[in-house]
């Protein structure tokens, strides 16, 4: 399943990266399974998206929590919860 990835504000900014697309395993199919996918990168990766940080996510645009379903195309966002212009 292929999905899209966006990351915003200070997220964006300790993993350098805004975007990306994501082939992930079947096994990976809900927005908090997403992250820790994610968090396994290890690095910059644990620490911005880490369990204990808090974050904001949405799913196709939608705000949303961890127990989200994704289904292939979607679109995975992550984000601090006070995000500035």
């Known amino acids: ?8 504000a200070s ?4 993993l350098g990266v805004s975007q990306e697309s994501l082939d992930i395993p079947d096994s990976v199919n809900t927005v908090g399974a ?5 968090r ?7 620490e ?10 949405a799913y196709d645009q939608q705000m949303t929590d961890a127990d989200t379903q ?9 984000f601090p919860p006070v995000t500035g212009g």
């Open 34 to 38: 997403v992250r820790v996918l994610l």
């Open 48 to 57: 911005a998206l880490g369990e204990n940080r808090s974050l904001r996510m």
């Open 11 to 14: 997220v964006r900014e300790a």
């Open 40 to 46: 396994e990168r290890g690095g910059v990766w644990a």
């Open 1 to 8: 399943m292929k999905i899209q990835l966006r990351f915003f």
């Open 70 to 78: 994704v289904k292939d195309g979607g679109e995975v966002a992550f």
